[in-house]
């Protein structure tokens, strides 16, 4: 399933830098712990855990480069052992410059039976003619639990760049056991296909999604319970699907990023609730 990875390079030449990124998750004595991180430049992982005690162990993906640059490949690998509990954050928005051949990231998350998951990601924003694809893919075993989500704004807005950048294509699968259970496929092309017309973003200019799967939870109750929270929401459209095999799926349509982020951040305080059994909406 790896993608081979070639020794980093230098920028300069239209060649991009190859920039990998392996996290492993481990429990020991009722906490987790990081119990491997690997990087290249211009990658760091931080430890920001606060409660030495909590189970869960929060990280940050920091980077010293400004975003993705023209001919960059990035590989991350991420793995959450036997209930083990990861919450996975960046530093800041995701930048991708102006491009001719474009960048490619890939990442493979494993997530072990009992383990847990977060990844709360800051927004994407692609450039005027920037080139992007993406590939995710999470392998889920018994009892995992996960949290995923993604933000794509349509460019520097303030600057007047909206839908200015060339083609956005991301794909997230979700497996269960090897089973495919969710594929998740965007594809902005904004040459090709008008985004703000009827039919596809039409008023709108950013959007979100939130993967859930939780074998514990009820997966109707959960999607009801946003609806509730999200009903009277101005500026905001809101769909939720269920998927297969204890799954859901939840998008956003908005204006901003800020915005959708903080869309993101109240549901997965919802689901944190319910998984505790504690409904915040009351």
Avoid at 254 to 277: D, K, Y
Wanted: aromatic letters at 8%; charged letters at 20%.
């Amino acid at each position: 399933m790896d993608t081979p990875i070639r020794a980093i390079g230098r920028r300069g030449g239209g060649k991009g830098m190859t920039c990998t990124l392996h996290i492993t998750a481990a429990l020991r004595a009722g906490i987790t712990y990081l119990r491997h991180s690997y990087c290249t430049r211009p990658f760091k992982v931080a430890n920001i855990r606060e409660d030495r005690a909590a189970l869960q162990l929060p990280l940050v993906i920091m980077s010293a480069s400004p975003g993705m640059l023209d001919g960059d490949v990035y590989h991350w690998k991420i793995e959450v052992e036997a209930g083990a509990h990861l919450l996975l954050q960046t530093q800041s928005y995701q930048r991708l410059f102006t491009m001719q051949q474009g960048a490619h990231q890939r990442i493979d998350v494993e997530v072990a039976s009992g383990a847990a998951l977060h990844y709360l990601p800051h927004p994407t924003v692609p450039q005027a003619a920037a080139v992007f694809e993406g590939h995710t893919h999470i392998h889920l075993q018994e009892n995992a639990h996960l949290l995923w989500s993604e933000i794509i704004t349509c460019g520097r807005k303030l600057n007047g760049e909206v839908f200015a950048f060339t083609r956005f294509h991301s794909t997230t699968e979700v497996r269960w056991k090897n089973k495919l259970v969710l594929r998740e496929n965007t594809w902005l092309e904004p040459q090709r296909w008008s985004l703000p017309g009827m039919g596809q973003l039409e008023t709108y200019t950013h959007q979100a999604s939130l993967f859930c799967f939780d074998e514990q939870l009820d997966m109707n109750a959960l999607a009801d319970a946003l609806h509730e929270m999200f009903a009277m929401e101005e500026r905001i459209a809101t769909g939720v699907s269920r998927t297969a095999h204890h799954g859901l799926m939840l998008r956003f349509l908005g204006q901003g990023g800020e915005q959708l982020q903080t869309m993101i951040a109240r549901a997965a305080a919802l689901v944190a609730g319910m998984r505790e059994g504690v409904n915040i909406l009351k």
